[in-house]
């Protein structure tokens, strides 16, 4: 046998649940705690082996949980703690792990530490965010001509402008004013999650602790939101980049001590338990990767093939094309630069993205086929697969018609700043790009049979149901020999018996086609070669002559094709197909 670097967390496929769109044990439109643990042998029977719980921790809720409260309880709307325990019970009966979300670049300012960092400048815990003075007109040079007090939100006598030029990813200026104590305060996301200030010893020691007490309850890991921003530089300089992805990014992303910062949480906590922990970073380049790895975290989230499709303008707040030679080269950089040094994430969807088939698929005439060829993308590829909840069965983006319908503070924040700078004009463009790219596309309801509201609730939902869900929904799909989610447990199952899909290096097959994407998985005692065509089109190809021959035909999306490798294959649209050669072939 050969000797691989074994880790669980590398063997193992993650299923991310959204807990308020997941399943509603109480009818009051919400999913909930007792809801997931309701669905426990669903995921069982489905194949997955951990679990990503988004954030259930106490919170206002303004940007779905991600603006933390209270880091050691449960929010009522999601259940109780023995509720929580219930879930981890379950999961761990079952052999599944549980992650958690672990959000420390900011809190809600609704947290007990940002209570009482803004009653006075001279509190203790002053110092637990980052607080600043403003700058002055004539220091900013900006003219009172220039100048609008309503663009900040200030109260009636203030002329001052924010500490620097950071914006918010959620769109406007990072900074708000205090009125009480007449500094500003920096948030890099909305104005009621504050950004603690991580270099101030007594912060890292309380989020340690925090850590710490959330491994002795039995959890199996994190993952880290936005953790390379938690670095900040002395002095808070003004943006440098015109093209950074927010003014001010190139200043605060993978800042000065970062690496200091994880390789600290990773020696005080994390080395002390047998756990995972992924880092979502909002910019990171393969090098970076490596460092974070080196760092001690067992692998970072890449956006990169998830920025092809940006406009030229606008960012992520504008549409573009992506091609498949753009897709192939991005992911494919991914996977040879980490090779032997890192780990990879593997994902095309979360709860921040629109849906995989609507944005990489074709969801109208082949939604089954692309989705499943998707999945073979995404669980052939080498590195640890995250699924999010609903694309075993394939949803799609959600159909708005009105800005009404969006419950997203980020959608809603960019919408407006995109009006205001006259960037989008007509409801038409609003809703066009609002349709393709909101974060509510992943948000709505789970689909789980055709009755009202998809089973998801007996009451009226948080956020509407996609009205295809009377053909789209996991009873239909379990009747259904040739569904996405029977596709998903029979790849699953195929992932469960060959190493080779987990420790197979991974060798592009030179290919100037446009159409096809053809890559092989190989160990010293197996060879995985995989084909794609990702299109709607029917499409020839011929692969390389040392696969061609006799091979077992693993899985594929369309009828079982012979047992063996043609010289040419005939690849119908979207069809992926997935060999496993007797012996090694591909040096």
């Known amino acids: 046998m ?30 909930d705690i007792p809801g997931i643990v309701e669905k426990l042998d669903y995921l069982d029977e ?42 981890l019970a379950g999961l761990h009966e079952r052999d599944m792990r549980l992650i958690m979300d672990l959000v420390v670049n900011h809190t809600s300012d609704e947290h007990e530490w940002f209570q009482r960092s803004r009653s006075s400048p001279d509190s203790e815990y002053r110092d637990y965010y980052i607080w600043r003075e ?16 309503a663009d900040y ?45 991580w270099q101030n010893e007594k912060v890292r020691e309380a989020i340690y602790e925090m850590m710490e007490w959330w491994l002795q309850k039995g959890i199996d890991g994190f993952r880290m939101d936005v953790i390379n921003l938690i670095s900040k530089p002395e002095g808070l300089p003004n943006g440098e980049d015109s093209d950074a992805i927010v003014r001010g ?26 756990a995972m922990t992924v880092g979502e970073m909002a910019e990171v380049s393969v090098e970076e990767a490596k460092k974070f790895g080196e760092d001690g975290m067992s692998m970072v989230f890449n956006f990169d093939h998830l920025r092809l499709d940006f406009g030229p303008e606008g960012g992520r707040w504008s549409k573009g094309e992506w091609t498949l030679d753009e897709l192939r080269d991005t992911l494919t950089e991914w996977q040879k630069g980490l090779e032997g040094d890192g780990w990879n994430s593997l994902h095309f969807n979360n709860h921040d993205e629109p849906r995989m088939v609507s944005r990489f698929g074709n969801d ?15 669980l052939t590829l080498k590195g640890t697969p995250f699924m999010y909840q609903g694309e075993e069965i394939g949803m799609q983006n959600y159909p708005f018609e009105s800005l009404t319908e969006v419950r997203d503070v980020d959608t809603l924040n960019n919408v407006r700043v995109a009006r205001q700078s006259g960037r989008l ?61 029977r596709y998903y447990r029979h790849l699953l199952s195929a992932r469960d018996e060959h190493d080779v899909f987990v420790y197979g290096d991974y060798v592009l097959h030179t290919t100037d086609h446009d159409r096809v994407w053809a890559y092989s998985r190989v160990t010293p005692d197996a060879e995985l070669f995989v084909v794609l065509n990702v299109s709607s089109a029917t499409t020839t190809y011929a692969p390389p002559a040392n696969v061609v021959g006799e091979a ?24 992926a197909r997935v060999y496993l050669l007797d012996e090694p072939v591909t040096a």
């Open 2 to 31: 050969p000797q691989f670097d074994r880790a669980w967390w590398k063997e193992a496929v993650v299923y991310q649940i959204y807990p308020r769109s997941f399943n509603d044990s109480n009818g009051d439109g919400v999913g």
């Open 46 to 87: 489905l194949g997955v082996d951990v679990v990503w719980l988004n954030p259930v921790y106490e919170s206002p809720g303004v940007d779905n949980g991600y603006d933390i409260a209270d880091y050691r309880s449960i929010n009522e709307r999601y259940g109780t703690m023995a509720d929580w325990e219930e879930l």
């Open 134 to 149: 403003g700058r002055s007109l004539g220091e900013a040079g900006v003219s009172a001509a220039e100048f609008d007090p």
């Open 153 to 197: 939100h200030l109260p009636e006598g203030v002329y001052e402008l924010p500490p620097n030029d950071w914006e918010s990813f959620f769109g406007g200026s990072a900074w708000t004013y205090d009125e009480e104590t007449g500094e500003w305060y920096l948030h890099l996301f909305d104005e009621k999650q504050p950004d603690l200030n």
């Open 249 to 274: 990014a190139d200043q605060f992303v993978n800042g000065p001590n970062v690496h200091e910062y994880i390789s600290e949480m990773h020696d005080r906590v994390i080395s002390d338990y047998d």
């Open 364 to 378: 109208e005439e082949y939604r089954r086929e692309s989705a499943k060829l998707l999945a073979t993308l995404l």
């Open 425 to 485: 004009e007509s409801e038409e463009e609003v809703l066009d790009l609002v349709q393709y790219r909101s974060r509510d596309n992943a948000r709505t309801p789970m689909q789980w049979h055709d009755d009202e509201h998809a089973g998801f609730t007996e009451g009226d939902p948080w956020m509407p149901v996609n009205p295809n869900y009377t053909e789209v929904n996991v009873a239909a799909a379990r009747r259904d020999e040739r569904s996405v989610r």
């Open 552 to 575: 077992e035909f693993l899985v594929g999306n369309y009828n079982t094709p012979l047992g063996r490798i043609n010289d040419t294959l005939d690849l119908r649209p979207w069809e």
